[in-house]
């Protein structure tokens, strides 16, 4: 990792020019990864092996009694910006954010099934990969981070649309959206190795309205629990999103994980979700996913692999998909 000491950095760099510079330390880490990928036998998979390279850039440093950060992360080959934020760190009030792609609010508890390596759903096709809730997303969203009384409280807010232009607003026709997340240990419960967290989020559908002809929101809910005894973590979680807008079915799921240490270096894990579309005018359909990771680790480097299946893919029935990865990871 190298570091480049002494960078002038102002709080929203040349935007703010006229403000003067502070020291600053900008710390630049990345990593390499080497994959190979075997898709389903109904899908081409051309050339199974790959590689992208990520690299992050972090800095700090104090403005006006405050602390500011600031993070990018760059991936294959400066292809573009993934990920930015901005924060202010305020002491007892808590941090203050603008996230550009990094994860805020609900969308940091999206999964928190214990896993090796990935998750149940990744790499798999379908609408419905991923963690599924997040109502504010990730792109052009305001956050608040805090803890208070032991329970962490992630706070995300969107106005209008999360899909993001070239100069970084939003453009789309939905409203805005809110959502917030709580976590917590077991030490409010005096239950050692627990962790668990809830969420809520609402997201406007804009102009559209119901069946009923009244205005309605996307609300988002998910909960989850995970117990640690010695090397073994189980956990649980369960997500739904109740869809405001015409003709798209609310989506209801379960899942659940045990990942198990081996020894310092080497894990494992086995994880399943199933996702039942509440559909308005049809039969409802449950789409089921299972997944198997391993992963080993030798200092900076890291080997990893997992094997991801599901049936009824997004709903469809007969729409089954599966997707083999193993991938080697240097970070530097």
């Known amino acids: 990792m190298d570091k480049l000491k002494k960078v002038g950095l ?3 760099a040349g935007s703010l020019a006229a403000v003067s510079a502070h ?17 389903d036998e109904t899908e081409t998979t051309g050339n199974p092996f790959g590689m992208k390279t990520n690299l992050g850039f972090t800095a700090s440093g104090d403005v006006n009694g405050y602390t500011v ?45 214990p896993t090796a390596a990935e998750e149940v759903w990744d790499g798999l096709d379908g609408l419905t990969v991923g963690g599924l809730v997040g109502a504010a997303g990730n792109t052009g969203v ?48 005096g239950v050692d190795g627990l962790a668990w ?10 102009e559209q309205t119901n069946a009923a002809g009244m205005k309605s929101d996307d609300i988002h809910h998910t909960i989850f629990a995970n117990y640690s005894m010695g090397p073994a973590t189980i956990g649980y979680q369960y997500s739904d999103i109740q869809s405001g807008a015409n003709g798209t079915a609310g989506q209801l799921a379960d899942a659940w994980g045990i990942a198990f240490n081996v020894n310092d270096s080497l894990s494992v894990s086995y994880g399943e979700r199933e996702v039942e579309f509440d559909k308005a005018s049809a ?47 240097f970070a530097f």
């Not at 020291?23 to 898709?39: C, H, I, K, R």
């Not at 993001?164 to 917590?184: E, K, P, Y």
């Not at 967290?197 to 804009?206: I, K, M, R, T």
């Open 10 to 12: 102002t709080a929203l």
């Open 23 to 39: 020291a600053a330390e900008m710390t630049v880490s990345g990593a390499t990864l080497l994959t190979y990928t075997s898709e």
């Open 69 to 113: 950060s600031y993070m990018q992360t760059s991936v294959d080959q400066f292809a573009g910006m993934s990920s930015a934020r901005l924060s202010v760190d305020m002491g007892d009030m808590g941090t203050i954010a603008f996230d550009q792609g990094s994860g805020s609010g609900l969308k940091t508890i999206d999964d928190k099934t």
């Open 142 to 189: 305001f956050n608040y981070v805090h803890t208070i009384a032991g329970v962490g409280i992630n706070a995300a807010i969107r106005k209008g649309s999360g899909t993001a232009n070239s100069d970084g607003s939003s453009s789309g026709t939905n409203g805005g959206a809110a959502d917030i997340a709580l976590t917590g240990s077991g030490d409010l419960f």
């Open 197 to 206: 967290g809830v969420g809520y989020g609402e997201a406007e559908q804009g």
């Open 283 to 329: 039969t409802n359909v449950t789409e089921k996913g299972d997944g198997i990771a391993i992963a080993y680790t030798m200092g900076s480097m890291k080997i990893a692999g997992n094997r991801n299946e599901v049936k009824n893919n997004n709903g469809t029935t007969g729409s089954d998909d599966s997707m083999t990865e193993i991938a080697l990871s």
